[in-house]
Each structure stands twice: as structure tokens, then as C-alpha cells.
């Protein structure tokens, strides 16, 4: 095995120095996603402005997978139209559950694609896909502006 | 499943792949295993599957990182996938218990359970006023937990007679299954009678009435091809050791809305969503359902045995069970002081055929049988009401599968006459 | 049980009866399986014994009157006697469950239950005002059907904290078991801090206070030798699966006098003693306890896991533990910007060895782990409130078993290092 | 396996001919006794006169093992001191926990010395005992003379 396959340069850069970071207001809807198997959990703000992403913020704690993939994920989404956002969130779903036999699209995901290697572990895919699902979660939410707290 | 082919039913094939069919019992005579009904024997794949993942791949499943952990759990949800599709439903609503009555107390449990459990449980609630409606054919495993649902929450047992000739007495329907029921459970097909029961009339007057149907599928899913969703029943439970798979292992199908309304059960490990001291939420299903390291080799053996049960093909398997029932009940049939209990024909039947020797006491019969090799069940069958109910206090019951072989019929018959003689009374005086 | 004796610890030997340890991972790196504490791995003996019951003898156990019947019962009683003696009681007081996790939920249920199971049950019953105390550190599965017996009933779940050195905090043990105190329930040894708890201390305070104590001996009669009635316990449990035996088998212990006057959980076949449609009356223990066709061939499994563990003796085992214990602590505590979590010292304490190493989360140290072949657990080992109150989301774990060689406590440590190198934080900077 | 070994022609006369069946009175108890793995069962009375079993009277339904025994049983202690009967009760026990091993001794177990080879087949020694079991449990319930009905 090649840790480095997992581990791309591109994800422990985000992992060391995250993007967009640290919970902002206002919002309109927040999420809050956990791990069971692990206790990952990460809490993530988002603000519409019309079919506008017009910011993504978050905290939590976990490992580099899941902190990289989120942080990868604002760079994709903020300032995105929204139906763009669920697109990449589609084709970032889809790449994680391939088991590593994807070829993903690099012009979609960008930075993303450094993920295509922790399709191969099983037991990772949850954790990249943590702050994603916490993203999906908040904006189906905006209608409602529920705030979920288990 | 497979469709009806014409490749020519090869038992002796068949049979060279259950190790302990070769034995011999009591001094040398060779074993003729008519006790299929209990528990079925095991073929070598099986056994070897469940080896193989114990020597190679065995770790907890769904708690590792690990390379074991992960081959485990992607074996664990392979089976889990491989039983689904064999019983026509989507993995996720398969749940792995240790046996069928597990299965069924999971979801007595969850109704009384439903009290405590918050809004979204609310349809599975049962009071005072409520009914529960079972059959008097049913296996105690169908029967004893519904009578303790109603003993916790205070709701009502009702059910179904048999008629003479060992089917369900259908006739009042309509009074029994009413808007006060809550659920209705009962046998696809008997393990006593061998009656297939008439699954879709009742599902749909129970679901006119807005009950939920629990399908005890033990002797059915073995014998022939079952399609829960085509069945349109909501819940159903079968075991793995009576379909070639490991003991120790079963199933409860639940359609999926169900299962996620649904409240949790046994509670601990892996079937949690977050703890504190406080208290928990729980995991979606199937998770929800599963606490606790499960049965890991035990899921890996029974898709292996659904896969031996596939390439053989259900259409044949019973077929053959067909053709086998038919000379059973024509050679126990001539046999003067011989009654069977339940269908005499095989119509909406399986192989399952139970009888009574004039004057010969069933256990007494199967000392006869067991000392010529021929393993029987006597007794009850923990069907002890059907009983009551056919004025017998207990039965000789010959279970036939798909290693069994038309010689083993001819078999069990020439043992009853020997019974008969033994004990000088009825048949040739 | 043995005593300790001189003959020398033989590890090579012991390993060759595990086929699975001489496997590779991840492209060729031998196995280090450091996971025994999720579930142990299976020996040959323990394997070839499962397999020759299923070849020679499977069938139903307790039903059937012919000669494999008969045989089957055998070996399962057989093994419920063998297993019996291992934790020094009697084999009426053992019943065979799926794992612990159900045989906590079985003492649970029973105390819900008693509410509606007539005049014999009530010593069991709970409800409001009545409290259930924990541990902070326990497994879910000794936790979670704590907390829903509570909810079902309206009784209040109490806890004992942890000192900061990983013990268990008796400090206000007078204030927490008092006489609404209902059940303890405690681990014997946790499985994350490797703590072993001073089980006769709360069992004395429980008892003067009329409470009942129920023990997760989960991570302890794998590992030590243990004995339920010298210990004074009401009730424990444990698992096959990590004491070399199959999944799909755990036991129950509980008192004679308690198992005779405690309602039944599961129910259906086998349990009996009388069925009506009306109304049925239950078997005496164990057998009121197992419902439906039971793990047949995993008990005779356990049977010989127990026979395995004897024939090297539990102070040998627990000897060869003690001193990869001993090395482990050393090792990880000599690495800068590594935390043990749990006791640093060996004084009562076993060989499951927590630890956080500062700035590489747990799931990257077990990436970085299992890409050199070590097979550790990550994550919260299913006690999430204990690691809420230590501070920390998730721990690795390394747990040590009979078959691991000192050299593998190097090659963990070894790989721990390379973590932290490979993340370029703490340790080497 | 020998049939004849188990089914000797004692037991198969009692069974036949059963001695003092039926229900009598009077009786100072009675007890009701079910193996619940067949469903048979026996309702079996005793009525003491003083330290002497003055009358066992039963009936009930069940196999030939079964039925024999219960018939030798009330041949071995009607009209016996109450002592002595219980030590056929328990010679009788023993010997059918003995798998086939012990040799019983006819002096005391008389007629029930043929079930020695019952005991090889431990899934009939409780027909064997079935009505053993009633009358030990009617002999406990005649000081408080309770009747049982499950
Ligand atoms: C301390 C402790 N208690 C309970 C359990 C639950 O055991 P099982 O999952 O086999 O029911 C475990 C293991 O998972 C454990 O380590
Ligand atoms: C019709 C029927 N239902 C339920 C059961 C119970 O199955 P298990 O004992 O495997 O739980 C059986 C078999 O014993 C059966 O034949």
C-alpha cells in the first residue's frame, strides 16, 4: 500500500491549512454531521443569496480526510450557483463511492479529484464525505432554516 | 432465482456434497435424514466459505479501518446483498438475526417498545383494544411472542382455525381481521401440515384494514422461490439452518419505511448514531437492528448456502421435493391405520408430511424408524395448539429436502409397517 | 483453570495454530493483528471441531429423538458444561446467547418485563424512583440497554465517574449505590483503558444495598482467569468471538435462584413448558432463556476455544500479556507527543493499550498503521462517553492477545513514529 | 441397535395391560406432569395412609415407555411404607441417568429393572420418568395438599 495515494499532497495541504474556517454569520441554515464509528463530527453554516452559495462555514474535529474534503469543498461551492454546487456534490458522492475504479472529472472537482485514492478504503469514504453530507443537510434545510441538532 | 429447466435432477450429485449424509446410525444402517424441517444438513461449499473468510478475512465488521476489517464487512454485505436478492428485496431491509424467532420477537418487541419510543414509532404502538391476529397452525415461534405482546401492553389475541382437511379456515375472515388489528402473523407454509398458506388474500385484508402482516417464511424461503415484495407482506422471518446455511443465523426482512420507523431492539454497539450518558440516538437500518458484534461467518456461510440453493435452482429444488411428497403420501396412505395430518394431496403443499400409526404412540414409532436409521421427527413440532386442534397430542413428522432421495421414501414407509408390527396393533392385524 | 506453571510461553507454536496470522496485507506486509479486543482470531482446533460436528452430528438439539439428535444435544450440553466450569459455576446457570451484547439486553428486558410477569418476578421489576448505576467507562452495549430499560420504565440511570489516571472514581460510591439502587452493571476490565475494576468493592456495596450486579466480563475471561462465584456477581456476560471461539456466541451467567424467577425475553420453541392458544407457561433455566433453534455447532466451538485455553493455561496467557503490556506502555511512552490513555503502569490492568498521539488524529495514525500491516482500532471503541470525558473524540487502540510476539509491540511502536513523521507534526520535530 | 433391548416384553405388557389405571378417590393429592418436548402428559393421585402409600391412581396419555412406567410404578410402591417407595423413586432415577451404565439391582426395582435400556436413549428418559415426576411431586404436595394444574 501507498500512503502517499491516500495522502496527496493536495489533501494535507488543506489539512494543515483549511479554507474558509471557523463558523461566520449570517446564515441560513446550519448542519451538524457525525461519525458514529469514529465521533468525527463537524458543524457547517450556509448562506443563499438567491441561487447564489454565498458562503459555507464550519468547524469540527476529525481527521485530515474529512477536515481536507471539507475545506475542499468550499473552495468548490462558495460563490457557486447553487444547482453547480449540487452538481460537484453529485459527481464528489459519486467519485467516493467508486471504490477507486472512477475516473474523476477534474474540471468539476479540481482540487477534489486529490480524493479519487481514499475511494479505495472503505472506511474512509465516510469520513470525506462528512462535510459534504453536513453541506447536502444545511441547504435542504434553508427552506425550513431548521437548525439540527441530534 | 432460476426459472423451471430441464436438466435432469442429479441427487446422487447432489448428496456427495453433504458430508453427513454418508454416515451410518444405530450398528451400521445408513443414515436417511427426514428432519429437514428442524434442521437442514450442510454442503461442503457452505462449510468451506465460512472457512475460508475465518481463516482469511475474519475482524469486526463495520468498527475497523484495517484491511481485515474491511474484507469482513465487505463480505458481511456481499451475503447481505446475495440473501436479499434471493427473497426479492433491497439489502437494506434485510436485518441479520441469530434464527427466525429472534426475528419475530424483534418486531413484538418494537411494538410495545413503540410506547416509550417517540412520535415517529407511533404506528407501531398497541393498547388495550388493539388486536393481534395469528393462526392456530402457527409454530410456538410465531405464537408465544404475540401473546406476550398483548401480555405487556394489554391488547387482544385473535386467530385463524384450520379446517378438517389441514388448511386455514378462511371463513371469518372478515370478523377477525378488523380495524382494531394491528397486526397479522402467520406461517407461509405450515411446518406440521405442509399447507402453503393463502398469503395474498390475507395481506390484503389486512392491509384494507390497516394491519401490518408478519410473514413467519421458515418453510417456505428453503423450498421454493419467495418474493417478499411480491408477496406484499411487511415483515418476514426465515433461519438459515434450515436452508443448507450455518446455525445461528436468521433473517427479518422489514419493507424499508417500516424499518426506519421502527424502534431499536437489542441496543449497544454499532447500532448507534451518537451516545452520552444522557442518552442515544440510533444508526439507520439495518445497522439499527444489528447490536453487537454480529454473526459474521455465520452471514458469509448463509450466502454461500443461497448461492448452492441458486445454481441448483429453486423451480427444481422443488420440484423434486414435489415428486417426493407425492410418493410419501401415497405409500403412507395405503398403509391401513396411517393418517396424515394435514393435506392429503399436494396441492399448495410442501414436503413436509406429518401422520399419525393407530394405536401406535408417534414416539414409539420414531424408536422404530431411529433404530432402522430413519431420523423423524415426534412430538409437537412446537406446534403444540395444531395439535390440540387435530385432537392428536403428537405427531410423526417426515421432512424431505433437496438431498433426499426416492428410495428414502419407499424407506420411511416399509419403517412405519415395521412399527405397526412391532407393536402388534393395527395396520396387517 | 491451571496455575501458573514453568513450562516456557511458546508464541511460535501458538501462532502456527492460526492460519490467519501467516498472511500478508497491503501489498505484501506481513499481518500485525493488534485488534483482539474487537475479536479475537480462531485456531485450528477450534475451527476443525465447529466442522466435525456439522459433518457427523448436526441436527436439532433438544427436539429430536434419533441418534444425531441425540448426538448434537450431547456436544452442546458438553459444551455448556465445559464452558460453565472456565468462569467456576454451574452449567444450569449458563445460557448460550448471540453475544454479550444481547445477554445484558436479556437482564434488561427481564426487569421491564417483570412489570407484567405475575407475583415470582417481582425482584426484577423496576420503575420510577428506582435507579440503575454505570460507569462512565463502559461499553455501549453495558450502557444503551441501561438507559432504554430507564426509558421504558422511568427509572434513572446513575454513573461513576473516571480519575484522571483511568480508574474507576469510588469516591462518592456511597452516595451512588444506595438503596433505590436496582443493578450495578460494570465492566470487569474496560476495553479501551485496559483498566481492570475493582469488581468486589462495588459488588459489597451493591449487595448491602439490596442492588444486583450484572458484569460486562467481555474483555476479562478471554484474558485472565475468572471465576463468577468467587467473584460474587449476579449476572455477567461475555463473548465467543474474542476468546478464539466463532461469532454468533456469547453466554449469559446468571445465579440459579435469579435465572428461576426471571421472565423470559425472547420467546417461541424450546422454552416451553406448556402452549395454548390462550396462554403458555415456560421451561425451567437455561432453556427458558434460548428460544428457537439455538448456535448449535458455535457452542461446541466455544467448547473447544475453552479447551484450547486451558490446555495453555489462563496465568500463562495472562502472564505473556502482561509482558507485552509491560513492553507497549514502555515503548509509546518514550515517544514524544504520545499520550497513553488508561493506566501508564500494568498494576490491574490488562493488555488493551489507548493512546492519542498530538496533532495526527486517530484515523490517520491506523491509516499510517495499516499500511505498514498493523491492524489497530481507531475511533471511539464503542465508549464514546468515556472518551467525552477524557477530553478526546477518538483514541488508536492496540489490544494484545496470545498469539502476539514481543516483536510486534516494536513494530507498533516503530509505526507510530512513522506516523508522526510521515505527518510532519509533534514527535520528531 | 436392538430394539428388543429397549422395548423388553415386561415394559411391552405393562404397557398393554397397565396395572391400576384410572382415577381414584380418595386421594391426598394430585399432581399434573407434561414433558413438554411431546406433549405428553399424566394427572397421577396418592393418597397416604400414615407412613404408607395406601393408593396411586392416574391417568394421562403418552407413549409406551411412558405409560409402562408409571404402571410398574404403582406396582413397586402402592402399599409400601413411604420411605421405601422413595427409595424406588430414587434407584428409579438413577438408573435412567445413568445412560446404560449402572447395573440395576431387581431387588428393588423389580419389574423396573427392563427399563435399563431406556437410559441408553436420553431423549426417552423422560417418558421413562414422567410418572416418577407426578408421584414425587404428589408425595411433596400432601402435607399442604395442593392440586397443580399448570
Ligand atoms: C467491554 C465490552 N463489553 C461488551 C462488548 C460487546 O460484545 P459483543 O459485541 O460481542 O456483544 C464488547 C466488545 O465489543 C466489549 O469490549
Ligand atoms: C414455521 C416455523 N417457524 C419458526 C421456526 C423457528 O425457527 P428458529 O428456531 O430457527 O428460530 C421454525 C423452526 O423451528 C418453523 O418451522
Redesign the pocket.
Known amino acids: 500500500m501507498n500512503l502517499e495515494s491516500m495522502y496527496q499532497e493536495i489533501i494535507l495541504d488543506h489539512y494543515k491549512n483549511p479554507h474558509a474556517r471557523g463558523l461566520r454569520e449570517p446564515y441560513d441554515a446550519e448542519s451538524f454531521q457525525v461519525n458514529p464509528t469514529c465521533g468525527d463530527e463537524v458543524t457547517l453554516r450556509v448562506r443563499l443569496d438567491g441561487d447564489t452559495v454565498a458562503d459555507v462555514s464550519y468547524d469540527g474535529q476529525g481527521c485530515s480526510i474529512s477536515q481536507a474534503s471539507t475545506s475542499v469543498l468550499t473552495d468548490l461551492v462558495i460563490g457557486r450557483p447553487l444547482p453547480e454546487a449540487m452538481e460537484k456534490l453529485e459527481a464528489f458522492s459519486a467519485l467516493m463511492q467508486s471504490r477507486g475504479e472512477a475516473e474523476p472529472d477534474e474540471d468539476v472537482l479540481e482540487d477534489g479529484v486529490a480524493f479519487a485514492g481514499v475511494a479505495k478504503y472503505p472506511a474512509r469514504v465516510k469520513c470525506a464525505l462528512l462535510g459534504w453530507m453536513a453541506f447536502k443537510d444545511a441547504v435542504g434545510r434553508t427552506s425550513t432554516s431548521e437548525v439540527s441538532t441530534p | 432465482m432460476t426459472t423451471t429447466e430441464s436438466r435432469p435432477w442429479d441427487v446422487t450429485a447432489v448428496r456427495a456434497d453433504f458430508p453427513i449424509l454418508s454416515r451410518t446410525v444405530r450398528d451400521g444402517k445408513p443414515l436417511v435424514y427426514l428432519d429437514s ?2 434442521t437442514s444438513q450442510r454442503p461442503t461449499p457452505v462449510l468451506d466459505a465460512e472457512r475460508r473468510f475465518v481463516e482469511t478475512s475474519n475482524s469486526a465488521v463495520h468498527r475497523g479501518a484495517h484491511q481485515l476489517a474491511e474484507e469482513a464487512t465487505d463480505a458481511y454485505e456481499h451475503a447481505r446483498a446475495t440473501i436479499a436478492a434471493f427473497v426479492g428485496v433491497s439489502a437494506g431491509e434485510v436485518v441479520f438475526t441469530k ?6 420477537n424483534m418486531v413484538a418487541y418494537a411494538m410495545s417498545n413503540a410506547a416509550t419510543a417517540g412520535p415517529e414509532a407511533a404506528r407501531f404502538a398497541v393498547g388495550p383494544g388493539d388486536e393481534i391476529v395469528v393462526t392456530e397452525m ?2 410456538h ?2 405464537l408465544v411472542p404475540w401473546q406476550q405482546l398483548c401480555q405487556r401492553t394489554g391488547a387482544t389475541l385473535r386467530w385463524f382455525g384450520v379446517t378438517e382437511d389441514g388448511r386455514l379456515d378462511l371463513s371469518n375472515i372478515d370478523e377477525l381481521i378488523t380495524e382494531r388489528t394491528k397486526v397479522v402473523a402467520l ?1 407461509h ?3 406440521v401440515l405442509g399447507t402453503v398458506n393463502p398469503v395474498e388474500t390475507v395481506t390484503r385484508r389486512a392491509h384494507e384494514q390497516g394491519a401490518l402482516v408478519v410473514l ?1 417464511a ?2 417456505s424461503v428453503p423450498h421454493f422461490g419467495v418474493d417478499f415484495a411480491e408477496l406484499g407482506v411487511d415483515f418476514a ?1 426465515f ?1 438459515g ?2 436452508m443448507l446455511g450455518p446455525s445461528g443465523i ?1 433473517v427479518l426482512y422489514g419493507r424499508r419505511s417500516l424499518l426506519e420507523a421502527m424502534p431499536p431492539f437489542l441496543t449497544g454497539g454499532s447500532m448507534i448514531e451518537l451516545v452520552r450518558m444522557e442518552g442515544s440516538t440510533f444508526a439507520p437500518p439495518p445497522q439499527r437492528f444489528e447490536a453487537g458484534v454480529p454473526m459474521t461467518s455465520q452471514a458469509v456461510g448463509l450466502g454461500a448456502a443461497v448461492d448452492y440453493l441458486n445454481a441448483l435452482g429453486m423451480d427444481r429444488i422443488a420440484a423434486h421435493e414435489h415428486a417426493l411428497a407425492e410418493r410419501a403420501l401415497e405409500g403412507l396412505r395405503a398403509l391401513p391405520g396411517v393418517r396424515i395430518v394435514g393435506p392429503e394431496d399436494t396441492t399448495d403443499r410442501g414436503a413436509t408430511v406429518a401422520f399419525v400409526v393407530d394405536d401406535v404412540h408417534p414416539h414409539d414409532v420414531g424408536q422404530v424408524l431411529d433404530s432402522l436409521g430413519i431420523a423423524v421427527r415426534v412430538g409437537h ?2 406446534a403444540w395448539p395444531l395439535h390440540r386442534a387435530c385432537g392428536i397430542p403428537a405427531s410423526v413428522r417426515a421432512s424431505f429436502y433437496l438431498y433426499n432421495e426416492h428410495s428414502e421414501v419407499d424407506t420411511l414407509v416399509a419403517g412405519v409397517r415395521e412399527a405397526q408390527r412391532f407393536f402388534g396393533f393395527g395396520g396387517n392385524s
Not at chain 2, 434464527?99 to 419475530?104: K, L, R, S, V
Open positions: 424441517g428442524a434464527n427466525a424467532t429472534e426475528g419475530i402457527e409454530h415461534a410465531n406461517a407454509q405450515s411446518n413467519d421458515c418453510q422471518v433461519s439452518h434450515k436468521g413440532h412446537c
